[in-house]
């Protein structure tokens, strides 16, 4: 039996009885939420029957209470009226990104409209204001925009920037509060009661939003007696005690592992050459277009302020549908001032996230999230340049796939693969990574780590999943996890942004070694509980998992293993050819050949794009590129005993590309061959 909307009420504010809500609480909360709303737009009354201010059958519409205000002319309206009938976007949300009226001129029509009052300033330095304002569910007031305001006599004013959803959230709010009467405010002024009121603790919950068996924030170094600690010296101790047996384990482990990897990389490769089912035609291309949201996170990078403002200008989304979201740590102040010089447009805005621990990605776009608008969700890095039509691409996606379809992942490709030898090998990797490996996890039906940025959200879903993982820091890949184990899919898309190539050694492994550390730690939380996993993931994507996490780091770790077999082109014994056949070296000649040459021929198909064609005879440099992994291992594995959530940070603009340049051609090539939305690779046309 459906629960009552008084039961969801209650149990919201149950969970915010704590200073930091329980993540599973908050989950069941917003789920709730979500499930209030729907039920009251199936069960809703007659309009006429409407219980808040002016009743709907004597209610004016918007477009003639600004006519009659004289803010707006009959052209203005038609304008919008056409604009809106092919988008989800409120009538106002169209004038006002139209920049046809401002946000205070709009907020008085709505009050007026619904024969409701305006809010007033905020009550701000009033204690009992304050107080007043915390009695209300938090994921309430961010879900419906609203907040108590004051005490108006014996009634509590309520605030909201939502006010068609008025008659939703007066059966939910809690009985605590009294008897309420509502009020008009702009989302500007929402927003700043809502980082006043509830900012710290919006903070904090950031940092656990991931219900804790799922998150690696339980995991508490302690040095060297973290058991983690102890595992290296036991293997020292016993490759000293008994070091040709040590090193005839280690190679032949270190020669499973890379056939693993290997076997997973073919099947990837064929599955993403596969032709695909032909689907039958979109029926939701007609539908209206869904609200986008984008974060965009940034961390002292004043320098690029001003080209990413420029680069996600080009996006051709109807601004009327676009909420850009900037995320700056409250202590930024350069890339604050550098944002405020850039004028931003009206689609953009400055999310400012309150100091707190730890100081990463995941937990700055936990913050951000309550404040996104859109239905959908997206991700961009501070040096990403999308392609101009990416956010139409993914919002005909989403209307096309099944509900389940929770994530859709873009391709990523850079504009300075030729700056030095380090950048077109980087290239090569994510050529491979991106449009041979992801498509074909995906088509195998397996869990895709995801990329980090292009990714793209369900909103629903990532409020059901509880956001990202602030003390891991390969989030991305986590959360990839997580959706799989919900029973949520990702689809590899077809569309590009493009990044800087990282183009030094040192910039490299500070890079990988955090991803790596990032995988270990997400493979030890997910393992935890082995059988639980396999009962959600399934046989398949549970060997996948294992392989793909754990199957990348042992192959970098035990590498130079693999290379000490080079002392039998010297005439020397090698121990693992005591388990070889006959103790032929040409068996492990053939493994090790042969094993080189499968890798380069998965790089020489994942180079298929004509603009990744000339890159083609670098391959084989990717032998030694990879030798950088070793050391990334090694800082990675020493990092997660001493400092697991510390975030090495990748510095932009230093590989250039990051100055606005004009990147239409590699944009143009980059589409040229791509892969569909179920992993093909073809000419498109």
């Keep these: 039996m459906v629960r009552t909307f008084t039961e969801y009420a209650m149990s919201s504010l149950a969970a915010f009885r704590s200073p930091v809500p329980d993540p599973e609480d908050r989950a069941a909360t917003r789920k709730g939420l979500w499930k209030a709303r729907e039920d009251r737009r199936k069960t809703a009354p007659e309009p006429e029957a409407s219980s808040v201010g002016t009743p709907a059958r004597m209610r004016p519409k918007l477009g003639e209470v600004l006519l009659d205000m004289g803010a707006i002319s ?32 709009l907020a008085d029509a709505l009050a007026r409209q619904r024969g409701i009052g305006r809010a007033g300033p905020a009550p701000r330095g009033d204690a009992a204001a304050d107080a007043l304002a915390r009695r209300m569910p938090l994921d309430m007031s961010v879900f419906f925009r609203a907040i108590p305001w004051r005490k108006v006599g014996s009634l509590t004013l309520v605030a909201t920037a939502r006010p068609e959803a008025i008659d939703t959230l007066a059966d939910l709010l809690p009985p605590l509060l009294g008897p309420c009467l509502f009020s008009v405010v702009t989302d500007a ?215 389940d379809v929770a994530c859709l992942q873009g391709l990523l490709d850079y504009y300075n693969p030729t700056r030095n030898i380090m950048s077109r090998c980087f290239t090569i990797e994510y050529a491979t990574w991106f449009r041979l490996v992801l498509p074909g996890l995906s088509r195998l039906g397996l869990a895709v780590p995801l990329g980090g940025t292009t990714l793209f959200f369900r909103r629903k879903a990532l409020d059901r999943i509880g956001g990202w993982d602030a003390h891991n820091v390969t989030e991305d890949a986590d959360l990839g996890i997580r959706l799989a184990r919900l029973g949520y899919r990702t689809e590899i898309i077809r569309t590009t942004t493009l990044e800087e190539a990282n183009a030094h050694p040192l910039a490299w492994i500070k890079q990988r070694s955090r991803w790596i550390k990032g995988y270990v730690l997400t493979w030890a939380v997910h393992s935890r509980r082995p059988l639980k996993l396999l009962r959600e993931l399934g046989p398949r994507r549970w060997i996948g998992f294992h392989l793909l996490f754990m199957g990348s780091v042992l192959n970098a770790l035990l590498m130079p293993f693999l290379w000490s077999t080079a002392v039998i082109l010297f005439g020397l014994h090698h121990p693992v050819l005591d388990w070889l056949p006959g103790e032929s070296p040409a068996v492990l000649a053939g493994l090790l050949i042969g094993g080189t040459l499968t890798s380069m021929v998965i790089s020489w198909f994942g180079c298929a794009t004509p603009h990744h064609r000339p890159l083609r005879p670098w391959i084989p440099l990717m032998e030694a590129y990879f030798w950088l992994a070793t050391l990334a291992v090694m800082k990675a594995l020493a990092e997660i005993v001493f400092r ?3 975030w090495d940070k990748t510095t932009h603009g230093t590989f250039g590309g990051t100055d606005g340049s004009d990147f239409s051609h590699l944009e143009t090539a980059a589409q040229t061959v791509d892969v569909d939305p179920v992993g093909h690779i073809g000419q498109r046309g």
């Design 644 to 646: 697991p959530f510390h």
């Design 74 to 105: 009959g052209s203005d309206l038609a304008h919008a009226l056409t604009l809106q009938r092919r988008m989800s976007a409120r009538l106002g949300d169209v004038l006002l990104r139209g920049e046809i009226v401002d946000a205070e001129t």
């Design 189 to 403: 002024a929402f927003d700043d009661r809502l980082t006043e009121i509830h900012g710290k603790t919006l903070a904090r919950a950031a940092e656990c939003e991931v219900p804790k068996p799922m998150s690696c924030r339980s995991w508490h170094p302690s040095g060297l007696l973290n058991p983690l600690a102890l595992l290296p010296a036991l293997l020292i101790v016993a490759a000293i005690a008994a070091p040709l047996t040590f090193l005839k384990i280690a190679t032949a482990l270190g020669l499973l592992v890379m056939c693993s990897n290997l076997g997973l990389r073919i099947a990837a490769l064929l599955a993403a050459r596969r032709t695909p089912t032909k689907s039958p035609p979109p029926e939701g291309a007609a539908a209206k277009l869904p609200s986008v949201s984008l974060l965009v996170p940034l961390h002292r990078e004043p320098e690029i302020a001003a080209s990413l403002t420029h680069r996600l200008s080009r996006l051709d989304y109807p601004k009327e549908l676009l909420d850009i979201c900037l995320v700056v740590e409250a202590d930024d102040f350069v890339t604050r001032n550098a944002l405020e010089k850039a004028r931003l447009p009206a689609t953009m805005r400055v999310i400012t996230v309150p100091d707190g621990s730890p100081r990463t990605k995941p937990r700055a776009m936990n913050y951000a999230l309550n404040f996104a608008r859109g239905e959908i969700v997206g991700i961009y890095d501070a040096e990403d340049a999308p392609a101009p039509d990416q956010i139409m691409r993914v919002a005909r996606r989403f209307q096309e796939v099944p509900e």
